[in-house]
């Protein structure tokens, strides 16, 4: 079946630190794959999409690539700051109905 | 927009009372879909909705919970009666129909403890 699997967490870092964020999937046919934030207390946001082959999403600072080849959209930002602490989960589609997510990685930034 | 509005923000209940959770989607939306989220089981699917009728519900746990949407702007999620065991963390998220590629509009979610 259509899924997804990314890194277990809890990832800390320091501020200003790389971050990767790793997520693999598995799909029949080409999925949409996205990458959702959730704040504490707050419900899950789009924080950036790709629809197709080598489409690259980008928003705040963050950037995926979809990767065919490898099957993967792997998240990563350059320099994170403190408030980018919150849960990253990784997901695809096919169909409305057919949105899978990943379990989530805890991001803890230390100042 | 206001987003998806759900109320209330948290709830707490003893076992066997009734519980409904409400949702409003993004005015437009024509798809609306239930999640519940643990930190055991993660994000699941309970039921989605297209145009106010229940496609799939086939992540509703058991008979106990149940789901309506009477009309465009309105849904609610009933347990009744409740466990503890339900005590999680329940969302609303809503999609439009058209344009793609189908991303989903999460709630601020609706906090439930049952003591």
């Known amino acids: 079946g259509n899924s997804v699997t990314q890194m277990e967490g809890p990832v800390t870092l320091s501020e200003e630190a790389f971050l990767t964020i790793n997520c693999t999937y598995t799909a029949t046919g080409y999925p949409s794959l996205f990458w959702y934030v959730q704040y504490p207390g707050e419900g899950l946001q789009l924080l950036l999409k790709?629809?197709?082959?080598?489409d690259k999403g980008s928003n705040k600072g963050f950037e995926a690539t979809y990767r065919k080849e490898t099957t993967s959209f792997h998240l990563e930002k350059g320099s994170v700051q403190v408030s980018d602490s919150a849960v990253y989960f990784c997901?695809?589609?096919?169909?409305?109905?057919?949105?899978?997510f990943g379990a989530g990685t805890r991001l803890t930034v230390k100042p | 927009d206001a987003g998806v509005i759900q109320s209330p923000r948290h709830e707490v209940t003893e076992m066997g009372q009734e519980v409904t959770l409400r949702c409003k989607p993004i005015s437009g939306h024509d798809y609306l879909f239930w999640y519940r989220q643990t930190m055991m089981r993660g994000l699941e699917l309970l039921i989605y909705?297209?145009?106010?009728?229940?496609?799939?519900d086939s992540g509703m746990p058991e008979d106990r919970f149940s789901a309506k949407m009477p009309n465009a702007s309105f849904s609610t999620l009933k347990i009744q009666p409740s466990e503890p065991r339900d005590s999680a963390v329940y969302f609303c998220a809503s999609s439009p129909n058209i344009g793609g590629p189908y991303e989903q509009y999460f709630g601020p979610g609706t906090r439930l403890t049952v003591t």
């Open positions: 790709a629809t197709k082959a080598d």
């Open positions: 909705f297209n145009n106010n009728v229940p496609i799939d």
């Open positions: 997901a695809l589609s096919l169909l409305f109905n057919d949105m899978r």
